[in-house]
């Protein structure tokens, strides 16, 4: 083999990791830079005692890990090169062979058990910390909120305050969230990097952990385990609110936004055009109520999320698109949402009824598209009193959270 071979490839090697330093050091404020160790979804960035052990946890095991690797590297670099084949030396000459030395071969044995324990200690008492409240906090200090994965989206249940959300967990700050993992149909995994690591949603069982999160704040969470077709846009957001307006939000998310049994608004904003309102509350009677509940205390039956506050909340398509309204009360994703789910978040379970994959297919017996249920049926003009519509359900006092509130 050309001897010259090997250095071209470690030189090509080199020159392509120099010239990757600058871009991995750009680190902007947004996203961008590959060590941006705080980006949405850093988990070098931790806001909670869970994330805290966890992120301890990975450092203790990378100076273990570096260390070993500096000592079995460098000692195994001196060999190489204190024992290479000199000018002069015979290469068919077998250097001096040893076998057998209790001292080297014991402490070897001790010493990388120690380094496995130094692992272990965290790992095992941060497992069982992740399920386990500790009990510096009392009881009546926890909130329990049920998470349910769908596919593609979280359902928020709030079980002592009896509503639901969606898409948007809303948490005190300083408190302990206790959070009971379900899921409706497949493995889901729940996973907001600044607060805490993963953890599945299982079928048949109810996984637990907690979250706590020291400061006011906003975070960004998806689903960690592949579940279908838009498990790429199975996202959430996560927001920490001091004591107070946190236990506003509840007692507003509590309140009722539409006449009882009916789906007109209660609270008109007055920059809203009456008239549209009323056609887009008509409209979405007759084409949404199935599937979408505006009850907070309950979920739809159809297992969509529940839209009693959506006017409020701060994404679309489960954190996928954001919920803003221009002044003129437009909002281009809502509306694009509405009339075209798929082309937003492809495979969604929205307007081809819940639990049935792939295009509607009539000779399909499995097929539980419900009939009348067909979006190409709404022309624009429909979907912007939908919109204008939506834009209505919530608190009059409701504040609409995004990363910039904190
Ligand atoms: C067949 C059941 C079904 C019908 C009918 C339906 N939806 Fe949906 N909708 C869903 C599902 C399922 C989702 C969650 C999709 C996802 O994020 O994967 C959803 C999501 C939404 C969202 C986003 C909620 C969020 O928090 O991300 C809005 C807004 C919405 N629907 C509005 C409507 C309107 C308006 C209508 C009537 C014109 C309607 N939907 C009809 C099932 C339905
Ligand atoms: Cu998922």
Not at 342 to 371: C, Q
Request: aromatic residues 10%; glycine residues 8%.
């Amino acid at each position: 083999m050309n001897k010259w071979l090997p250095r071209i490839w470690i030189g090509i090697l080199l020159v392509v990791m120099i010239a990757s330093i600058p871009a991995c050091l750009s680190s902007s404020a947004d996203d961008g830079g590959f060590l941006n160790l705080t980006a949405k979804q850093s988990t070098f960035d931790p806001k909670g005692p869970l994330a805290e052990q966890q992120i301890d946890t990975f450092y203790i095991t990378l100076w273990v890990t570096s260390f070993l690797f500096l000592a079995v590297g460098g000692t195994y670099l001196v060999a190489i090169i204190k024992f290479r084949v000199k000018k002069g030396d015979d290469p068919n000459e077998i250097p001096e062979q040893a076998h057998g030395h209790p001292l080297i071969e014991v402490g070897l044995v001790v010493a990388s058990s120690a380094l496995l324990i130094i692992i272990a200690i965290p790992t095992f008492s941060g497992i069982v910390l992740m399920h386990e409240i500790p009990e510096q906090y009392s009881e009546e200090d926890i909130v329990d909120v049920n998470v349910i994965g769908y596919q593609w989206w979280f359902n928020f249940e709030y079980v002592e305050d009896g509503f639901v959300s969606a898409n948007e967990l809303v948490i005190p700050a300083g408190r302990p969230v206790r959070l009971n993992l379900i899921t409706k149909d497949v493995i889901h995994s729940f996973w907001l990097p600044k607060l805490s690591g993963k953890l599945d949603l299982m079928a048949g069982q109810i996984n637990q952990m907690w979250i706590l999160a020291d400061e006011p704040g906003y975070f960004w969470g998806q689903c960690a385990e592949y579940c279908g077709d838009s498990h790429a846009y199975m996202l959430f957001r996560a927001v920490a609110l001091e004591e107070d307006a946190y236990n506003e939000w509840v007692a507003q998310q509590q309140t009722k936004t539409v006449v009882e049994k009916s789906t007109t608004p209660l609270f008109l904003s007055e920059d809203d055009d009456a008239g549209l309102v009323a056609l887009g509350a008509e409209l979405f009677q007759g084409n949404c109520l199935t599937c979408h509940s505006l009850d907070p205390a309950q979920q739809g039956a159809m297992g969509a999320p529940n839209l009693a506050h959506f006017g409020s909340r701060s994404s679309i398509g489960a954190g996928w698109l954001e919920n803003t309204w221009s002044e003129d009360g437009s909002n281009a994703d809502l509306h694009l949402w509405i009339k075209d789910p798929d082309s937003v978040k492809p495979g969604n379970n929205m307007w081809r009824g819940f639990m049935k994959a792939g295009k509607h297919d009539p000779n399909d017996p499995k097929d539980v598209m419900m009939s009348g249920l067909n979006q190409a049926d709404l022309s624009d003009s429909d979907v912007d009193a939908l919109v204008a519509y939506l834009r209505n359900l919530k608190h009059p006092d409701a504040v609409q959270f995004s990363a910039d509130t904190f």
